[in-house]
């Protein structure tokens, strides 16, 4: 089916660790962003891209980095995990005009 | 600063009555806003769109106002089923270029 497909849908760290959490997509959007979702803030832009090669910064950039080498992937890197990362992160692509289509999440726990 | 402002209270509603949910921003000067569904444990999920010079959409049972004057946007659903209860999002670019940012979003609770 098509849609955003990111993995893993759960993961566990110890702090300090690093990881990478994927988000694929097969609709040829431009457009890719990472949230993250904690209880009381809703969903926060980390970062977004406008098409491979573009990437920019969101709300809460700190501690994340990304990349977007090619239209269909957009990783989200952990440098030093911290335990104010736990959440859950959703990875979304589309266009402004049609709306975002959004990942099942994935849940990151930090300890 | 920029603000979306949803009633982060629950709303609760008979079934078979017209729910209504608000979205006040300020700071924006959006092209659009968007409304969305999310289920727990499940992403948001896409409904309507709304654009700027546009007053009013509808999708089969939902509603969407856009009043750039008053910078509010309300969503209905009519004919409310229990199926209906979930939390609703809207969202706003702002700040760059499809740099989107959502509102908290309203639980909906419709009662049998």
């Known amino acids: 089916n098509a849609g955003v497909t990111q993995t893993p849908k759960f993961q566990v760290l110890k702090t300090g660790q690093s990881m990478t959490l994927q988000c694929a997509q097969d609709m040829n959007h431009e457009y890719m962003s990472w949230y993250r979702q904690d209880p009381g803030m809703g969903l926060r832009l980390i970062h977004y891209?406008?098409?491979?090669?573009?990437?920019d910064q969101g709300e809460v950039p700190n501690g994340y980095n990304v990349s977007r080498s090619t239209t269909e992937d957009f990783p989200l890197r952990l440098l030093s995990a911290a335990p104010s990362q736990t959440s859950v992160y959703f990875c979304?692509?589309?266009?402004?005009?049609?709306?975002?289509?959004f990942g099942s999440g994935t849940r990151l726990t930090v300890v | 600063s920029q603000k979306i402002e949803q009633n982060s209270e629950a709303l609760n509603i008979q079934e078979g009555k017209t729910a209504t949910l608000t979205c006040n921003y300020t700071?924006?000067?959006?092209?659009?806003l968007q409304w969305y569904r999310q289920d727990p444990g499940r992403g948001p999920v896409f409904l309507l769109l709304?654009?700027?010079?546009?007053k009013e959409k509808r999708k089969e049972r939902l509603k969407v106002t856009f009043d750039t004057t008053l910078k509010q946007s309300l969503f209905h659903i009519t004919a409310s089923q229990p199926a209906d209860s979930a939390t609703y999002l809207c969202?706003?670019?702002?700040?760059?270029?499809?740099?989107?940012?959502f509102g908290i979003g309203t639980k909906l609770q419709v009662i049998p």
């Open positions: 969202a706003l670019e702002g700040g760059g270029y499809q740099k989107v940012t």
């Open positions: 709304i654009r700027e010079n546009e």
């Open positions: 700071n924006y000067s959006p092209a659009y």
């Open positions: 979304a692509s589309g266009d402004r005009e049609v709306g975002y289509t």
């Open positions: 891209s406008v098409g491979a090669g573009i990437t």
